[in-house]
């Protein structure tokens, strides 16, 4: 492979707690080949952009003027020890509160998003087209931020539930305006599930170039033209996490330790497309 660095994004809307283990996991195991990536949490970026708005943001609820003059002390009430249960319960509220009401066409919070009918490719496929899709407006703000070095060419974008999809596609449109030539790929746990369901819309397989599913150390060697199938342990490589960034008091660190279920049938569950 001659380019030897690539952009990793990691789409809203996820919850901006901790880091989201992919990231990281895969910018180690990349790392064992020579290739060194250039990570956008773009979850938390957009969490902070949302919240950094002005303090005249014109919030479409019946309490916006609360919800303006107590933001930044529900935000230090997450980032700092809370004195009680109560007192970060109320800051919870304040900024489920604020988000979702930034937004009239999608209801955002700290652990959803949902665009029209969640589940309706056609009221994803018109908020895609829609002017005031809000990750455009997010994009267009955070343009260099996302679109890393002009030598990255190619951009791998790990998604684990729907909610993140339209922000996804969002963004991978974005890049391919402003970088014709660019290669989007699209992984993650949400794709291992609906591969196959996502490669039925043209609108979806005109924005993502490749839809990988099935686990990073097996899919990425063969969609990157790679030589070998590297087999060692990953230990995920934290080193450029933006740790003070989260939305908690305290540093949390995923890690895995085992995956896979030894059953893979139950009608139930879908750990077992995830994990091979």
């Keep these: 492979m001659s380019n030897k660095i690539l952009g990793i994004i990691f ?23 020579g290739i060194y990536p250039i990570i956008v949490d773009a979850n938390l970026s957009f969490y902070w952009w949302m919240l950094n708005k002005s303090k005249d943001s014109q919030l479409s609820c019946k309490h916006s003027t609360y919800l303006n003059e107590y933001k930044n002390d529900a935000l230090y009430s997450v980032l700092n020890k809370p004195g009680t249960i109560y007192q970060y319960r109320w800051a919870i509220n304040v900024i489920e509160e604020y988000l979702n009401s930034l937004s009239r066409e999608v209801k955002i919070g700290l652990t959803y998003l949902k665009v029209g009918n969640r589940y309706s490719s056609q009221d994803l496929k018109s908020y ?45 449109q974005e890049i391919k305006r402003r970088r014709a030539h660019s290669k989007i790929i699209v992984g993650g746990p949400l794709i ?13 397989t005109e ?70």
């Design 207 to 276: 924005i993502f170039d490749i839809i990988a599913p099935g686990e990073a150390y097996r899919i990425l060697p063969q969609v990157l033209g790679l030589d070998r199938l590297y087999k060692g342990h990953i230990t995920p490589d934290f080193g450029d996490l933006p740790m003070d960034r989260y939305l908690s008091c305290r540093p949390v660190l995923p890690y895995l330790v085992a995956h896979g279920c030894k059953w893979g049938r139950c009608s139930f569950c879908t750990h077992h497309k995830t994990y091979e």
């Design 128 to 172: 895609l087209n829609n002017s005031n899709n809000i990750f455009r407006q997010f994009f267009a703000e955070n343009e260099k931020e996302i679109l890393g070095p002009r030598e990255v060419t190619r951009y791998l974008i790990s998604i684990v539930v729907y909610d993140q999809l339209v922000a996804a596609l969002t963004l991978a």
């Design 192 to 204: 291992a599930r609906l591969a196959q369901w996502l490669r039925e819309f043209p609108f979806i």
């Design 11 to 33: 789409p809203p809307q996820f919850e901006p707690f901790q880091s989201y283990l992919s990231l990281y996991y895969i910018n180690k195991l990349l790392k064992n080949y």
